[in-house]
């Protein structure tokens, strides 16, 4: 089981978060640290990590590719964090990976038992097999956003799509042709995921595209969004990891 609360105005919130009381048997993943590669010019504020060094830290936590580990992972913002994690496992071609529903927080509403206690470092035998064709660069969608069949879609909250407000970056708007699906309409205020059925109601425009492109502010809420379209049996987008933070690096 891995540990994945973050907070983007408080980096150190998250570890501390941890080591106050999580789930027994849980080791941590940061997302600065373990989840994401040094910020560049470009590439966005949180760019996937280096592949070999990321394979480490599994190792660490003792993931086997033969036979798969089971990996279930949590977070206490409506899978905002783990579904970054989740996306990362299956990119490198693992796929016995799930997401704790609810995270932390229905743990702790369960009545269920927290620990403080740190799991010791493992010896994982982790082998990545990277699915290439699941991301995608700005020159990629710049070149594709605009052809018939291609649906890009943004997956932060709408005011910030419509550039109404944008906290983060220096500039505000959204890709010139994209569609917004909030990654938070995927789940409840409490963090659960919604039912199969509204899920698959919220995806049908999805049906009808040859290619689905999925970018947040930084590749980590995208990821929240493709995992909702793969828990109802849809074809899985691709990712543009840089995100808009990338996308107006340019601007």
Known sequence: MIDCRFSLPDP???????DTGHIPGAYYLDLNRHLSSPVQAHGGRHPL??????????????????????????DASRFAFAA?????????GHENVALLDGGINAWI????PLSSKTPQPQIGRFVPQPQANWIVDIDYVRQHK??????????RAGDRFRGERE??????????GAVNYFWQDI???AGLLKSPGELANYWRAVDDADEVIVYC??????????FSQVVVGKPMGKLYPGGWSDWCSYL
């Open 187 to 189: 789940s409840t205020e």
């Open 109 to 112: 509403a369960a009545g269920l």
């Open 146 to 155: 605009d052809n018939p069949g291609t649906m890009v879609i943004d997956a």
């Open 49 to 74: 990590p280096h592949w070999p060094q990321f394979v480490e830290s599994l190792n660490l936590l003792g993931i086997q590719s033969n036979p798969q580990t089971p990996v279930v992972i949590y």
């Open 167 to 176: 906290p983060i970056d220096p500039i505000a708007g959204s890709v010139p």
């Open 12 to 18: 150190d919130l998250g570890q501390q978060q941890y």
């Open 84 to 92: 970054r994690l989740w996306w990362m496992l299956r990119y490198l």
């Open 217 to 226: 502010g930084s590749g980590v809420t995208a990821c929240v969004d493709l």
